[in-house]
């Protein structure tokens, strides 16, 4: 029986770390319901090497059967006095590191695989709840300048973002043996757009829907657990409450089911006038997980059109997400024979596939009048490719010419784009999804003037980024300076670059950061707590 849940619990493990780059915890059970909605990505996983965890489980009950049945009283007793005496050494051995009050997932660096499931449930009862502190002070908001760069650029325009489902940077602007993998993102650099190229996911194992989330309110998410689930009721004055008070009609459109990471009662938390999803949208191209982009695009446009204006108009896809796999005749790129069938090709075909559909989308905007009153803001959501898979690794660093690391990974674009803007610029300025919102604001000639705001205007404010689950808490890039966090939380242990000289530095020198990202996720997760304590109706309650 032991042998059988250990065997079970390494297969939940290995198809969990393929899919999310950590382990799954006890309270990942209450997204169970999530799961038949991305089962295309599990199914990717379970190969023979997966089913050598649990394939031998049958032939061992069968020959172990006989020896069930044979078991005596005495040797009953015998195991019972086995049983205590392996709980009494457990109890003594693990009593010293409880004390220490690691995370799981540092306790797994440090002890184990197993360990970490024994830990995992104590930590949830008796730890969690307490891991967060009280902020010193409030944040305070800085004094903003007189004269703001690309203040008010695109004044009274409708809104129209695109979260772009797996878009990573290193795409952009770059070909696959001479074919350009996004032609269409491509041509929107060239003309009338703003460009933050240095721009990161801070996700967490909400992926898709804490992309959304951290964007839209500038807080981070809980990291271990999707912020949609967590903080579904907590009423928030984010992005999407200050355009409606600005007069904006506001409105999501997902190719999803509603009840996806809860969206549909997210969504009404933060704001929204209206969501459309796969119920209330014509099924008429499914491809991967939910409707196709060229059909969302389509049924997209025809909304717009009717909506009054201005509108603020957010607009999640699907067709490029994990694990990439796209009906034949959908498939346009040539691939070396080495990247046919892997996950890396397999992402390369759905991420040009869905920039042919974000070309479409440019186009029915031009035929509908809608283009020029507006604004296009296109961001990735995540990377569709991490490191800690091996092959994909391999693969993308022999592509690259270099090492694939985490900082790549995690680098995903945001392109503002303005029609009639008149010229391009890169803004190189480092930052995160948390400085989505501020940003925009400043774009729009709105005041950022929210309860609590962790991000900056990425036009006009200082280089940093905060790293959130991918990378343990505290590990920021500032430019200048990358800090990655040991992955025990061992300070002593983490390892710091100087990017510039591209060579370690001590762990000292990189303090100072290290304390402004930790402020960062702490004042976050205390404010949603506190709003999440005072139940329905916060907004007005506090």
């Not at 200050?242 to 089911?257: D, M, P, S």
């Not at 690259?400 to 945001?414: G, H, I, Q, S």
């Amino acid at each position: 029986m032991l042998y059988s849940v250990l065997s079970t619990m390494f297969i939940v493990d290995y198809l969990y770390f393929q899919n999310f780059g950590t382990l799954p915890s006890i309270k990942h059970l209450l997204l169970l319901p999530q799961l038949p909605k991305v089962g295309s990505s599990i199914k990717y996983f379970l190969n023979p090497v997966s089913l050598s965890f649990v394939g031998d489980i049958p032939l061992l009950i069968f020959l172990d059967r006989k020896f069930l049945k044979n078991l005596s009283d005495h040797q009953e007793s015998s195991h019972r006095d086995v049983r205590l005496f392996m709980m009494l050494c457990l109890a003594f051995a693990c009593f010293p590191v409880f004390l220490e009050n690691l995370k799981p997932i540092q306790f797994f660096n440090r002890y184990g695989l197993v360990a970490y499931h024994v830990y995992d449930p104590v930590y949830l009862l008796a730890f969690e709840k307490h891991t967060f502190s009280t902020p010193s002070a409030p944040m305070q908001s800085k004094s903003e300048p007189s004269r703001k760069s690309f203040s008010a650029i695109a004044k009274n325009r409708n809104v129209i973002v695109i979260q772009f489902e797996s878009l990573q940077n290193m795409l952009l602007r770059r070909r696959y043996d001479g074919q350009p993998i996004t032609p269409n993102l491509n041509t929107l650099l060239e003309k009338d757009s703003i460009y933050f190229s240095n721009y990161f996911q801070q996700t967490g194992t909400g992926n898709t829907a804490d992309a959304e989330f951290v964007s839209l309110t500038s807080l981070h998410v809980p990291g271990d657990h999707p912020a949609y689930e967590t903080y579904g009721e907590v009423e928030l004055d984010g992005l999407v409450r200050t355009l409606k008070t600005a007069g904006y009609y506001t409105v999501a459109i997902h190719g999803n089911t509603k009840s996806f990471w809860n969206r549909e009662r997210a969504y009404m938390s933060l704001g929204f006038d209206d969501f459309l999803s796969l119920e209330d949208l014509q099924q008429d191209e499914i491809v991967g997980m939910g409707l196709s982009d060229f059909s969302l695009y389509r049924q997209t446009v025809e909304t717009l059109k009717r909506l009054p204006q201005p509108f603020f108009a957010f607009i999640v896809t699907l067709s490029s997400h994990t694990p990439f796999i796209l009906p034949q005749e959908l498939k346009t790129l040539t691939l070396e024979v080495k990247h046919t069938d892997t996950l890396f090709g397999n992402y390369l075909q759905a991420i040009n596939y869905a920039d042919s559909a974000f070309g479409y989308f440019l186009q029915l905007l031009k035929e509908s009048g809608l283009y020029e009153k507006s604004i296009i803001v296109v961001y990735g959501d995540h990377a569709g490719l991490y490191p800690f898979h091996r092959e994909t690794k391999l693969l993308v660093s022999e592509w690259l010419k270099e090492e694939y690391d985490f900082l790549k990974a995690l680098n995903v674009p945001l392109i503002v784009h303005v029609p009639g803007f008149g010229k391009c610029h890169e803004v190189k300025n480092v930052g995160g999804q948390v400085d989505f919102t501020p940003t925009i604001l400043n774009l729009l000639g709105l005041k950022c003037d929210l309860k609590l705001c962790v991000g900056k205007d990425l036009c006009n404010d200082e280089s940093f980024v905060a790293f959130r689950h991918h990378l343990p808490d505290g590990s920021f890039f500032d430019g200048e300076r990358f800090f990655m966090v040991s992955e025990d939380g061992a300070i002593r242990k983490s390892v710091g670059f100087d990017m510039r000289r591209n060579e370690p530095m001590p762990y000292y020198e990189f303090l100072d950061g290290y304390q402004r990202a930790i402020r960062q996720i702490e004042v976050s997760r205390h404010f949603l707590e506190n709003l999440k304590s005072k139940g329905p109706g916060n907004l007005e309650a506090r």
